[in-house]
């Protein structure tokens, strides 16, 4: 497995891994190393990620009701600044197979039984948080542009959403503001929950260098 974190940020001292410049080149090779894991182990791998369209029905089956209509859009794309850690069995079959083992779905859940667990449940647990003060936000950005009460019907809250100028202003501040909450997911966890994984690094560590990395590689980390 060449991950992103592993490949570029080399240790160099107890402060943290180096960081390096993550360029094209590196994001190919992931990529292709990530083609390989899948095509080789491919049930295992539809059997981790079948989360994720599992979580968005259940969540939209949830909200499907008048009232909780319109956090429809902010929970389902809320769930991808928890969603890294959903891979996190992902992320153990690219490391067994580098190791050159023949994991099962069974071992890519082993993280929940090793030592990398408690650094993983901490990184969760602040993705979390994340994900309750982004509901938060997105409740009070649509109370701020559409007024606070809930919509009559389904078919009246798509009509005001797109057909009035509270509704663009809700698209357009509610996903400038939902990117700044993806971005900020996406730099604590990139490269903290692989490097954890590898065992070689404490929790304060790993999200450091996670941020350190990402922010010193904006374009590629947009991509």
Do not use: C
């Amino acid at each position: 497995m060449t991950t992103l974190a592993s490949a570029n940020p080399s240790r160099a001292d107890d402060a943290g891994p180096e960081i390096r410049r993550i360029g094209m080149e590196d994001l190919k090779a992931s990529l292709s190393e990530g083609l390989a894991d899948f095509l080789q182990k491919p049930s295992h791998t539809f059997f981790l990620v079948m989360l994720y369209p599992v979580a968005g029905l259940a969540l939209t089956y949830a909200s499907s009701g008048a009232d909780l209509f319109p956090l429809l859009f902010p929970l389902v794309a809320g769930f991808a600044l928890v969603g890294p850690v959903a891979a996190i069995g992902v992320y153990e079959i690219s490391r067994l197979r580098e190791q050159g083992e023949t994991p099962t779905w069974r071992d890519a859940l082993g993280v929940l039984r090793g030592p990398a667990l408690g650094g993983v449940a901490l990184v969760a647990l602040a993705l979390a948080a994340l994900f309750v003060v982004w509901m938060t936000t997105a409740q009070a950005i649509y109370a701020a542009t559409m007024g606070p009460a809930p919509p009559e019907t389904v078919s009246a809250f798509v009509r005001d959403v797109f057909g009035t100028a509270g509704g663009l202003s809700l698209i357009v501040i509610g996903n400038g503001i939902g990117a700044l909450f993806a971005a900020a997911a996406l730099a604590i966890s990139v490269f903290s929950l692989p490097m954890l994984l590898d065992g070689e690094r404490s929790v304060a560590t790993a999200v450091a260098t996670s941020v350190r990395a990402a922010a010193h590689n904006p374009a590629t980390m947009a991509l």
